[in-house]
Nanobody, 123 residues
Framework: QVHLVESGGGLVQPGGSLRLSCVGS????????MSWFRQAPGKQRELVAD???????HYADSVKGRFTISIDNFKNAVYLQMNSLKPEDTAVYYC?????????????????WGQGTQVTVSS
């Protein structure tokens, strides 16, 4: 069984910073890519940033220059450094991972979601 556990959310004032972490555990053979999504109240879940195991990154226009995604393949972990936070960044942030998993007799690619962590930007 595979789990993704996120941490690092909280309440921060506008202009502040937070660092989110997501660590995978279980029968993980390797990472293909990991991503951060977010969902604000009344809105659809949206992609914030993603990164491949090789370090190629992609960011939503709304966070470019403020957020940085990074990966630790050995720890099966992904991080999101969020700087210059704005009230519109308030949302539940979800980790998503595309990983190679050891099943009973084979290795297969599977995707998993974390449970989400709340980020609130408010004065």
């Amino acid at each position: 069984q595979v789990h993704l556990v996120e941490s690092g959310g909280g309440l921060v004032q506008p202009g502040g910073s937070l660092r989110l972490s997501c660590v995978g555990s279980g029968s993980i053979i390797g990472i293909n890519s990991m991503s951060w999504f977010r969902q604000a109240p009344g809105k659809q879940r949206e992609l914030v940033a993603d990164i491949t195991s090789g370090g190629s990154t992609h960011y939503a226009d709304s966070v470019k220059g403020r957020f940085t995604i990074s990966i630790d393949n050995f720890k099966n972990a992904v991080y999101l450094q969020m700087n210059s936070l704005k009230p519109e960044d308030t949302a539940v942030y979800y980790c998503y991972a595309d990983m190679n998993i050891q099943l009973l007799t084979e290795v297969r690619s599977r995707a998993y979601w974390g449970q989400g962590t709340q980020v609130t930007v408010s004065s």
